[in-house]
Each structure stands twice: as structure tokens, then as C-alpha cells.
């Protein structure tokens, strides 16, 4: 059984840092793409970033391009986002999210109907 789980959203002021971690069971990271998507009251999901771990793909929204960063670690099977200074508009309840790699890369890799998997979220709130 395939799971994610995320973690280390909370609440945090304007400019400051949160790292998110997504760990993943019943996968290989090698295997997949890994997708953050953050969703924001009354919008729909939208995607933050992926990477591609077996060929370190990487992909930024341009809202969060030299704000965030995606990382993993496959001997934990965990993707990470870290956070830099955060604004307002960056609170939503963030997912990540698996879909087969040989799908996403030749897709555009941020329709949420090209993952298979989904985590339950994690609440980022930034306070202004």
C-alpha cells in the first residue's frame, strides 16, 4: 500500500522558513515523481514544484521560484520543501503527491490528474 505522509506545516510570520517533508511507504522515490501542491480557501490546487529524483528534474511555480526548494533524500524515501520568506499569499494546505515518472516528465507534471498517490496535507498559515 502506497502512502505519504506530510509534514511541518504550522503557523509562521511573513519572511520566515518552514521545511516541509513528505515521507513516502509502499514506493521507490527512483520510480516516481514527486509533486508539491498547495490549495488555498476557495482555489483550486495548484502546483508548487516536483522533482524528479532518478534524474533530479526539478520544477518551480514562478510564485515560489527563489523562495522554495525541493530536495530528497532516497535512503529515507522523503521529499522535502523548504520554505523561505514566506508571504501571506502562501497560505493553503499543502500535498505532495507521487505519479509514475515515465507519465509526469512527458506530461506537463503539474495537472494533479497526472499523480497517482496523495498525501493528506499540511496547513501552512503565514501571518502578515
Known amino acids: 500500500e502506497v502512502q505519504l505522509v506530510e509534514s511541518g506545516g504550522g503557523l509562521v510570520q511573513a519572511g520566515g522558513s518552514l521545511r516541509l517533508s513528505c515521507a513516502a511507504s509502499?514506493?521507490?522515490?527512483?520510480?516516481?515523481?514527486i509533486g508539491w501542491f498547495r490549495q488555498a480557501p476557495g482555489k483550486a490546487r495548484a502546483a508548487v514544484s516536483y522533482?524528479?529524483?532518478?534524474?533530479?528534474?526539478?520544477y518551480y511555480a514562478d510564485p515560489v521560484k527563489g523562495r522554495f526548494t525541493i530536495s530528497a533524500d532516497s535512503a529515507k524515501n522523503t521529499v522535502y520543501l523548504q520554505l523561505y520568506r514566506l508571504k501571506p499569499e502562501d497560505t493553503a494546505v499543502y500535498y505532495c503527491?507521487?505519479?509514475?515518472?515515465?507519465?509526469?516528465?512527458?506530461?506537463?507534471?503539474?495537472?494533479?490528474?497526472?499523480?497517482?498517490?496523495w498525501g493528506q496535507g499540511t496547513q501552512v498559515t503565514v501571518s502578515s
Open positions: 503527491a507521487a505519479g509514475i515518472r515515465g507519465r509526469v516528465l512527458v506530461g506537463s507534471g503539474v495537472r494533479t490528474y497526472e499523480y497517482d498517490y
Open positions: 509502499g514506493l521507490s522515490l527512483e520510480d516516481y515523481v
Open positions: 522533482i524528479s529524483v532518478n534524474d533530479t528534474t526539478t
